[in-house]
């Protein structure tokens, strides 16, 4: 008789670099990486019914193009990081607002709203009211961030 294996142990939470939320990483990786991975996932997945009818719903790809802004102005590519304040100033000009122009020298500490954030809300909160707010929070964190490296 063949033993049964045993089962994996539960993958350990660990905070994605781009936005701080704490994620179970998916099988086969661990700590940040396997955060990271677990955010954009969690972000595809809950912004797939939206991209679904974006070919032919205006609104819906505005929202999907708002939601994959913000989520690149909170999760910089690191090979490029200079690009992050092209991301952020093409989040300003989405919103028509302009809460700073230039981003700050160095990325927000602390989110106050991440793709999980956006995510746990769904079942309550339309998704194009929730990208929006996240959106608007992820500008305001980056101009706080801009305030206090300046000193202001």
């Known amino acids: 008789m063949g033993r049964v294996p045993a089962p994996e142990p539960p993958a350990t939470p660990a905070a994605c670099p781009g936005c701080g939320a704490v994620l179970a990483p998916p099988s086969g990786l ?22 679904e009818e ?26 490029h990081p200079a690009a992050v ?3 952020v ?3 300003v000009r989405r919103l028509a607002d302009d809460p700073n122009p230039d981003p700050a ?14 995510a746990a809300d769904l079942d309550v909160v339309g ?7 996240w959106a608007r929070t992820v ?3 980056w101009s706080r961030a801009a ?6």
């Open 85 to 87: 304040h092209a991301v």
């Open 30 to 51: 661990t700590g940040p990486a396997g955060a990271a991975a677990a955010c954009r996932r969690l972000f595809e997945e809950t912004t797939r019914g939206m991209r």
């Open 127 to 133: 998704l194009e009211a929730l990208v929006d707010t």
């Open 139 to 141: 500008a305001e964190d």
């Open 89 to 91: 100033d093409a989040l």
């Open 54 to 79: 974006a070919a032919t719903d205006a609104r819906a790809a505005a929202t999907v193009g708002l939601a994959d802004t913000a989520y690149a102005a909170q999760h910089p590519d690191p090979d």
């Open 147 to 152: 305030r206090s490296s300046s000193g202001l």
């Open 105 to 118: 020298p160095q990325r927000p500490t602390r989110w106050q709203m991440t793709p999980a954030d956006v």
